[in-house]
């Protein structure tokens, strides 16, 4: 099956910094490359995602990146709030990693 | 448009018992899912539903059934529940499951259930 891994495990950065996440999974037949992000106490809640067709996508202040060759793809934040204060996960074929708690600081 | 609605959000059981998690969506997908979230292990598949009339396990199914009752709806039941099932619990959907190429899952708000 599928593995998917994910990191850092936590990230702490300063208000206005970037934040990177990678994420790395294993299967060669996966297209479609998305990001959650969870709140303390929420549900999970999609925020970007890409295929494979296309290597970047951006959203204003968030991207995703994908390197297929490689099997991995990429989250970032720019110009980090602290309400981007959050769990993030990668998923691929139906399986998580298993989250970054990022935390921007004042 | 409520998008994915789980019940009960809390729920304490004691060893042994049963119980059934209910989740509904109104988006019209094809397809819905239950994950369980422990602390440190991201989201884990119990089961998923492809499409109306066909469930699969996922990677922790042991414990657990599925019914897929109709378009909407997908319950989760434990026969006799363990401590091992202490968890979150949620819901999802999405347009449509397709290997290699899905979509996007829509959560509902979760189930916290505890087992002493």
């Known amino acids: 099956g599928e593995n998917v891994e994910q990191h850092p495990s936590t990230l702490s950065v300063q208000e206005g910094d970037s934040a990177v996440i990678k994420c790395t999974y294993s299967d060669s037949a996966s297209n479609y490359f998305p990001w959650y992000k969870q709140e303390l106490g929420k549900r999970p809640q999609l925020i970007i995602d890409?295929?494979?067709?296309?290597g970047e996508k951006k959203d204003q202040r968030i991207a995703v990146t994908l390197n297929k060759t490689a099997k991995h793809f990429s989250l970032h934040i720019t110009e980090t709030q602290p309400e981007d204060s959050a769990v993030y996960f990668c998923?691929?074929?139906?399986?998580f990693g298993a989250g970054t708690r990022l935390t921007v600081k004042p | 448009n409520a998008g994915v609605t789980q019940t009960p959000k809390f729920q304490v059981l004691k060893t042994g018992q049963s119980m059934t998690l209910q989740c509904a969506q109104d988006m019209n997908h094809n397809s819905m899912y239950w994950y369980r979230q422990d602390p440190g292990m991201g989201l884990r598949l119990i089961y998923y539903?492809?499409?109306?009339?066909?469930?699969d396990k996922g990677e922790v199914p042991n414990g657990y059934n599925v019914s897929r009752l109709n378009k909407r709806e997908f319950s989760l039941r434990l026969e006799s529940a363990a401590p091992s099932q202490t968890s979150v619990y949620f819901c999802a959907s999405s347009r449509e499951f397709v290997t290699g190429n899905n979509y996007g899952y829509t959560f509902g708000s979760g189930t916290r259930l505890t087992v002493v």
């Open positions: 890409i295929r494979s067709n296309v």
């Open positions: 539903s492809a499409s109306e009339g066909t469930t």
């Open positions: 998923e691929s074929e139906l399986r």
